[in-house]
């Protein structure tokens, strides 16, 4: 086990005397006094309980375990030269790499744009986009996995330490493939939705609880038929196949619907508006190239809003 109190600074003031074999000689590249040279090295002696070096005639020479210390030694500050010599250019340019963490529902919906974005107006950044849960993308945030996570505003207990800027209100869509039964049915009954398998957001998913809340406003209090999964691909596959509702975030279903892939049923989900947003940690200034992504991300952001009220608020 390393001793805690052993610094860079012990091993570099131990190279330089190893090297040059005297204290005065190696104070004078170090730029620091005699005194502090030796008294370094004393400490250095200490932490590792050997003798390192012997005073001869020529000045002072290295001891047996002197020398393998120095072997190891000498292998661990070129490695870490090399490390640092690694990152500088990053360090130069302000860093291109970010590390994004998007809910599934938001990804397909404002990311890609986001994404075009920053790399056309940075053609050096590389981009990590991570999905998942919420609450997964934001202990990941905490743990500085992540740079920035973009989705739905959390709970207050997990928001604990970070901060967020909302981009917008985005509501729950329930849609169906064209043709389906329940679109010849006007007024259109809520509990007709019991007589259909649903797919909805699974109990880890940051919307469940709102569509639970949706079903219950609407007089349904369980789905017996229910698939609960967050992949937007097998939900749109199965829809095809068979008579099935889904329940999602509009932005997931948005270009469906422009298209008439999907058909949204006449059911008032004004109660589900949430916010949309970035959530970034509290005591940070974000990096440049992160900086320019959030910038790049509220544009989008008001294009959205622009687009009418029945999307996005």
Same mark, same amino acid.
């Given at each position: +086990?390393?001793?805690?109190?052993?610094? @860079? /600074?012990? =091993?570099?003031?131990? +190279?330089?005397?190893?090297?040059?074999?005297?204290?005065?000689?190696?104070?004078?590249? =170090?730029?620091?006094?005699?005194?502090?040279?030796?008294?370094?090295?004393?400490?250095?002696?200490?932490? $590792?309980?050997?003798? $390192?070096?012997?005073?001869?005639?020529?000045?002072?020479?290295?001891?047996?375990?002197?020398?393998?210390?120095?072997?190891?030694? %000498?292998?661990?500050?070129?490695?870490?030269?090399?490390?640092?010599?690694?990152?500088?250019?990053?360090? $130069?340019?302000?860093?291109?790499?970010?590390?994004?963490?998007?809910?599934?529902?938001?990804?397909?919906?404002?990311?890609?744009?986001?994404?075009?974005?920053?790399?056309?107006?940075?053609?050096?950044?590389?981009?990590? $986009?991570?999905?998942?849960?919420?609450?997964?993308?934001?202990?990941?945030?905490?743990?500085?996995?992540?740079?920035?996570?973009?989705?739905?505003?959390?709970?207050?207990?997990?928001?604990?330490?970070?901060?967020?800027?909302?981009?917008?209100?985005?509501? +729950?869509?329930?849609?169906?493939?064209?043709?389906?039964?329940?679109?010849?049915?006007?007024?259109?009954?809520? /509990?007709?939705?019991?007589?259909?398998?649903?797919?909805?957001?699974?109990?880890?998913?940051?919307?469940?609880? @709102?569509?639970? !809340?949706?079903?219950?406003?609407?007089?349904?209090?369980? @789905?017996? /038929?229910?698939?609960?999964?967050?992949?937007?691909?097998?939900?749109? %596959?199965?829809?095809?196949?068979?008579?099935?509702?889904?329940?999602?975030?509009?932005?997931?279903?948005?270009?469906?619907?422009?298209?008439?892939?999907?058909?949204?049923?006449?059911?008032?989900?004004?109660?589900?508006?949430?916010?949309?947003? +970035?959530?970034?940690? %509290?005591?940070?200034?974000?990096?440049?190239?992160?900086?320019?992504?959030?910038?790049?991300?509220?544009?989008?952001?008001? /294009?959205? !809003?622009?687009?009418?009220?029945?999307?996005?608020?």
């Amino acid at each position: +086990m390393i001793d805690a109190r052993m610094k @860079i /600074r012990h =091993l570099q003031c131990f +190279m330089e005397v190893a090297r040059l074999g005297h204290v005065g000689r190696a104070a004078d590249q =170090l730029a620091v006094t005699q005194p502090a040279v030796s008294k370094t090295l004393r400490e250095l002696e200490q932490f $590792l309980n050997v003798r $390192l070096f012997t005073r001869g005639p020529k000045g002072l020479a290295l001891t047996p375990l002197g020398e393998a210390f120095q072997h190891h030694a %000498a292998t661990g500050v070129l490695a870490l030269q090399q490390a640092i010599a690694s990152v500088a250019p990053g360090r $130069l340019r302000g860093d291109a790499n970010i590390r994004v963490g998007a809910l599934p529902t938001v990804a397909v919906r404002i990311m890609p744009d986001a994404v075009r974005e920053l790399t056309t107006q940075r053609r050096d950044a590389a981009v990590h $986009l991570v999905t998942g849960p919420n609450r997964i993308l934001l202990e990941r945030l905490k743990g500085r996995e992540l740079d920035v996570v973009v989705g739905r505003l959390a709970d207050p207990d997990q928001m604990v330490g970070l901060a967020f800027e909302q981009l917008y209100l985005e509501r +729950m869509a329930v849609v169906v493939k064209p043709g389906h039964p329940l679109l010849a049915e006007l007024p259109f009954e809520p /509990r007709r939705l019991t007589e259909f398998e649903v797919l909805m957001p699974s109990r880890e998913d940051i919307t469940r609880p @709102i569509v639970d !809340r949706l079903l219950l406003a609407s007089g349904i209090g369980a @789905i017996e /038929r229910r698939i609960e999964t967050v992949s937007s691909d097998f939900s749109r %596959a199965y829809l095809k196949r068979t008579d099935a509702v889904w329940i999602i975030s509009y932005g997931v279903a948005a270009l469906d619907i422009a298209a008439g892939d999907l058909v949204e049923l006449p059911l008032d989900v004004s109660a589900t508006l949430g916010p949309v947003g +970035m959530t970034t940690r %509290a005591d940070d200034r974000p990096a440049p190239i992160v900086d320019q992504f959030m910038k790049v991300t509220r544009v989008l952001a008001e /294009r959205l !809003r622009g687009h009418g009220s029945h999307r996005l608020q």
